[in-house]
């Protein structure tokens, strides 16, 4: 067997691959997959933020001014504005909600539809011009607060949440979240079938976690859109503040997922939030203070950024930082699905070899016993094999032995590395059974 590599040049050599980070979006989805991005969006015209997907033609937009007191469309938190061009909000409980320009919460809100049998079909609260296909974006800094344990939210497709618990108020809270845990931040992805003290939730689990975010400025983004059968959110995070976007989870809610409750709205347990709502918000609790800039809620056009990504790219060759003599690299590319490739140690790492500068969209991994465990991953990609990028992370779904689609945006690549950090089984190993890159059409 093959020694594994130190534990401390395992890390020097993940913090390298992860500090040439050249702005790719990068996708992980949980369950059925749908196209990622098959290019950024270019800077947002406004503030100069990559968009994930491109504005939809004459769709609804808003980004935070200079003078957000005078904003109509904008109510909540007090923001008190900085020296630096961010805005500074100390409020313990906070809700910043944002309006749809045809939606008036006072005149407004005793119409909503609310009934979901009514909505599936209706496919919005208010009118045609709610929030509904939207990407959610804004850098916050966690200056204090009084639980590290709490998380940033940003969420649409509702309007505003109340703490009644009592119909019609409850069904007004329906929405997809997206958190991001001040602690260390980690990032989840859940569903609020209606609003009534947590009643209503199904929720989902932390993933992409380090270190601290408090005192750093961070990106986050929310994306959720219609597919078939269902709704995808995705989760975006610019750890370092730079305009440098990383896709850590995703979710396609296409049935199964559900509640614990009773819905008392008239819908299922495991009832799908398909239609808009006049209200995306953003919202956190015990801070005491946080430094904001850069909100925005754009109306998306996803098919304006999909591309087809199912061209298996045959390698040349795969190595790996560590490996067993029984399980060498090889083994993951060989087609038999009853042999692996097993690496030992925090950071093992498969590379497969294209053999020579392809477009590159994704990887395919069929992880050995993944009916039985999950495993945390980082895949990177090099044009090189000296300077990587990394371009997915996340986690698998433990639940198949067939390959699970991990998806980014096509850019050119020779070489594909999968690194391994953690695993259910607890057992320091890591075990791929078969990994192909993927390419697009």
């Known amino acids: ?151 940033f939210t940003w969420y649409a497709r509702g309007a505003r949440h109340t703490g009644s618990g009592q119909t019609p108020e409850a069904c007004w809270g329906t929405a997809y979240k997206a958190d991001l845990r001040y602690a260390d931040g980690a990032v989840k992805i859940e569903k609020e079938i209606y609003h009534r003290k947590g009643d209503g939730y199904a929720n989902g689990t932390y993933t992409g976690g380090g270190a601290s975010i408090k005192g750093k400025t961070v990106g986050f983004k929310v994306v959720m859109y219609d597919i078939p059968g269902g709704v995808r959110v995705e989760a975006y995070l610019d750890r370092a503040g730079n305009n440098t976007w990383t896709r850590v989870t995703s979710r396609d809610d296409t049935g199964g997922w559900s509640i614990d409750t009773d819905n008392p709205c008239g819908g299922t347990r495991t009832e799908k939030v398909t239609w808009g709502g006049p209200k995306a918000a953003f919202r956190w609790d015990d801070a005491t203070r946080v430094d904001v800039s850069r909100l925005s809620v754009r109306e998306i056009d996803p098919a304006g950024q999909a591309e087809p ?58 992880w050995y016993q993944g009916d039985q465990r999950w495993n945390d991953y980082t895949v990177y990609t090099s044009p090189d094999n000296v300077t990587y990028t990394k371009v997915v992370e996340g986690r698998s779904s433990g639940t198949t032995l067939n390959a699970e689609p991990y998806r980014f945006p096509r850019h050119q690549a020779r070489f594909v590395r999968i690194s391994w950090w953690n695993s259910s089984a607890g057992n320091g190993w890591a075990s791929i059974a078969e990994a192909t890159a993927v390419g697009a059409s």
């Open 1 to 151: 067997m093959r020694r594994p590599r130190p534990l401390s040049l395992m890390i020097a050599l993940a913090a390298a691959g992860t500090l040439s980070t050249t702005g790719f979006t990068t996708g992980a989805p949980t369950s059925t997959p749908t196209p990622a991005p098959a290019s950024l969006a270019g800077p947002d015209p406004v503030d100069g933020v990559t968009m994930i997907y491109p504005t939809r033609a004459g769709g609804q937009v808003w980004h935070l001014s200079k003078t957000p007191a005078a904003d109509p469309r904008l109510d909540g938190a007090t923001l008190a504005p900085n020296s630096d061009g961010t805005f500074t909000v100390r409020d313990t409980a906070t809700r910043i909600g944002v309006s749809t320009t045809t939606y008036d919460q006072d005149e407004h809100e005793d119409d909503l539809v609310w009934r979901q049998p009514d909505l599936r079909s209706r496919g919005f609260m208010h009118d045609r011009n709610d929030w509904r296909n939207v990407e959610i974006t804004g850098y916050v800094r966690y200056v204090s607060g009084t639980d590290d344990g709490d998380a």
């Open 309 to 366: 990504c199912s061209v298996r790219l045959t390698p040349a060759g795969a190595t790996a930082s560590t490996w067993e003599a029984a399980n060498p690299p090889a083994n993951a590319i060989d087609g038999k699905p009853a042999t692996r490739w097993s690496g030992e140690g925090f950071g093992a790492n498969l590379v497969l070899d294209l053999g020579a500068s392809r477009p590159v969209c994704g990887v395919d991994v069929a």
